[in-house]
């Protein structure tokens, strides 16, 4: 697939009709990070309430219901605060007995240092949530920022990230946070307890990877890995995550000149989608899909879902999709954080027809 076929799907998509945009939750305080999940007729949000993008102290993670049908607000309310900590980037498991989780990214304070995984647990289908409890030490580690999850049966795998300041990280590259390996890690007791699996930081050679996310493919997985060094990894993997075969996607397509912030991957309709934020040039970024060929790796389609017009967004687009069906037609709805030039962001959701975005 060359660069130039790329580009000219990227133009097509800036040429599609506008998209309903719906502001779910406004308010002065700084509101990001979302993560979805679907729970019947309901979908639940989780995002953080603070004051800045990072080093927010008393940040907490917050929850939203929207009925699905219609993208109404049923409720909102607070899943997880924890005094002297930061709570963000949530992150929805559902295991094979029906048991919903949010896994989140805690943080000091002071200094932003990663304090262990936290997690709240419900055990009735989303209608309430206990207290916040940690994931602790698996297998001599203790992870910091969960990324996505998978569940097939009654087994979990869920991409986590090691920090150096925790217990059995070890630094990888330097920033201040002090990341280490992407791994894999699975619980086959509805998430009781983990067991690690493998180091996708490994499989890529010691790539300075971070924000992550899989899917299931075949009897093996689809893995994207962002980069600390601005590019996006695509990689197909055997069932016990070991590489198959990679490629870099900002070294292949035109449309991608760094990483991809937040990736997300899904299937759909026989199409396997990448969808998250893209920095076209210096300073601009829009929220895009990008449609590839598993086998190959290739993009095939992209498709800007917001900001065609490549005007000033601060924060935004880290987000997820669900579907809807009404009237013989299939809603497209994509739940994702933005701002302008100078506001803090609000929660929003983009909705659009899927047969002309796919």
């Known amino acids: 697939m060359s660069r130039l076929f790329i580009s000219a799907f990227a133009l097509f998509a800036s040429l599609l009709p506008a998209q309903e945009i719906h502001t779910l939750v406004s308010d002065d305080d700084y509101l990001a990070f979302p993560a979805v999940i679907e729970l019947g007729d309901e979908v639940l949000v989780c995002f953080k309430r603070g004051k800045a993008h990072a080093a927010d102290a008393g940040a907490t993670q917050e929850l939203l219901r929207l009925d699905k049908a219609s993208g109404k607000v049923l409720a909102t309310g607070t899943l997880a605060a924890v005094e002297g900590e930061i709570m963000q980037m949530g992150e929805w498991v559902r295991f ?102 493998r180091s996708i930081t490994n499989e890529l050679g010691g790539a300075p990877i971070n924000e992550s996310a899989f899917m299931a493919h075949g009897d093996g997985f689809i893995v994207t890995a962002r980069g600390y060094d601005n590019r996006e990894w695509l990689l197909r993997t055997d069932a016990e995550f070991k590489l198959i075969e990679k490629t870099d996607l900002t070294a292949a397509n035109e449309a991608i000149t760094s990483h991809i912030g937040r990736p997300r991957l899904f299937q759909r309709d026989g199409g396997f ?59 497209f709805h994509v739940i994702t954080y933005k701002s302008g030039a100078q506001k803090v962001p609000d929660i929003i959701r983009l909705e659009f027809d899927w047969e002309k975005v796919r």
């Open 96 to 197: 094979g007995n029906g048991d919903v989780a949010n896994y989140i990214d805690a943080q000091a304070a002071q200094g932003s240092l990663r304090t262990g995984l936290a997690v709240v647990r419900s055990s009735n289908g989303g209608k309430t949530f206990g207290p916040v409890q940690r994931a602790g030490v698996i297998d001599g580690v203790e992870y910091g920022y969960a990324f996505d999850s998978i569940t097939r049966g009654q087994t979990t795998w869920m991409l986590v990230m090691t920090f150096a300041n925790l217990t059995g990280g070890k630094l990888v590259y330097k920033t201040k946070s002090q990341p280490g390996s992407v791994d894999v890690i699975r619980s086959d007791d509805n998430g009781l307890t983990w067991r690690f699996v």
């Open 273 to 331: 989608y990448l969808l998250g934020r893209n920095w076209i040039e210096k300073g601009v970024m829009q929220l895009a899909l990008f449609k590839f060929d598993p086998q190959t790796l290739a993009i095939t389609r992209h498709v800007v879902l917001d900001n065609a017009e490549k005007q000033p967004v601060a924060d935004g687009y880290y987000a997820q999709p669900y579907w809807t069906e009404r009237d013989g037609r299939t809603g």
